[in-house]
């Protein structure tokens, strides 16, 4: 039974980091005129409102795009998720928060196709209210981790896999590197985004050695803390592993990491890391 619901958790420090890098790897694979697909493993109830039960409980989105809404000094590509969220917002009040369904579809162009996994049952439902005018959309109420498979290779063969389990189960640490080495088998030249959070830090290291030792190439690594490493705290950082990244995420990224700590970090204490964990 699933009891993770990201309508806690939208619009922290960690959906920034993850949208503005899903906003810009769609945004460049939108450069060619091709069509793409996008597929969501893990792909939540789709829309969340901030001044929901959950959210108002936690208020994580208070330490995370309400601190961006009104910037003026926004780095490009910090500006433009923000700019995309503003899409599901009236008047410039921040109330909602769309999750990363649809903020790829708002991204996406009518040529292209999106594959969303969700398996807790009322947030598929949700999904689907969510997204029901887009024919675009493929909603599966099924495992992400193993359905997605049968996928690949898509029949565009370009196209990007966002895999962001909630980690609720400790066995997601190591089923998302066993997922990634099948799906890489199976569809080489996809890029694939992968969201970790830092709670306890030796299961990332563990993670990045596994990348490191293996045979896959092209991946780079970054990484937004709020705080220094602290296992009593719960999630003090997160990370987005990209393999076969734009060319230009790398660049963008460096002007928007060290924003976003100074801006999200609590107590000064922000952080960010940028690695290549494998070369091209
Ligand atoms: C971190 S949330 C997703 C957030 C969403 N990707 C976004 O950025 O807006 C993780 C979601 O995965 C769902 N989930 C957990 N295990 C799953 C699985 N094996 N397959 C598909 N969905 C799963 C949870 O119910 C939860 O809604």
């Not at 959906?15 to 503005?20: A, I």
């Not at 790897?25 to 069509?35: F, G, R, V």
């Not at 896959?216 to 803390?225: A, K, T």
């Not at 220094?228 to 393999?243: F, H, L, P, R, Y």
Request: charged fraction near 20%; charge should be neutral.
């Amino acid at each position: 039974m699933l009891s993770y619901r990201h309508s806690f958790h939208a619009g922290n420090f960690a959906d920034v980091l993850k949208h503005s890098v899903l906003v810009h790897i769609l945004e460049h694979l939108q450069k060619k005129e091709k069509p793409f697909c996008y597929i969501d493993t893990h792909a939540g109830a789709g829309r969340y409102v901030l001044s929901s039960e959950q959210a108002e409980k936690t208020q994580e989105y208070k330490q995370g795009i309400a601190k961006l809404w009104q910037a003026q000094d926004l780095p490009p590509m910090v500006a433009d998720y923000v700019a995309r969220v503003k899409c599901f917002n009236t008047q410039n009040d921040l109330q909602h928060y769309p999750g990363s369904p649809l903020i790829a579809g708002q991204c996406m162009r009518p040529q292209d196709q999106l594959f969303l996994y969700e398996l807790h049952r009322t947030d598929v439902e949700l999904l689907r209210t969510v997204m029901r005018h887009d024919r675009r959309v493929h909603i599966y109420h099924a495992d992400g981790f193993k359905h997605c498979m049968g996928l690949l290779p898509p029949s565009q063969r370009r196209g990007l896999i966002l895999i962001d389990p909630s980690y609720e189960l400790k066995t997601d640490y190591d089923q998302v590197w066993e997922t990634l080495l099948k799906l890489h088998k199976r569809f080489a030249t996809g890029t694939y985004a992968l969201w970790y959070p830092v709670v306890e830090r030796e299961r990332i290291n563990q993670l990045e050695a596994k990348i490191q030792a293996s045979t896959l190439n092209n991946i780079q690594l970054f990484e937004l803390g709020q705080q220094a490493d602290n296992a009593a705290w719960g999630m003090t950082a997160s990370g987005m592993i990209v393999i076969n990244p734009p060319w230009t995420l790398a660049a963008a990224m460096q002007l928007a990491l060290p924003y976003l700590a100074m801006q999200l970090g609590v107590c000064a204490q922000g952080y960010y890391r940028i690695k290549q964990l494998k070369e091209e």
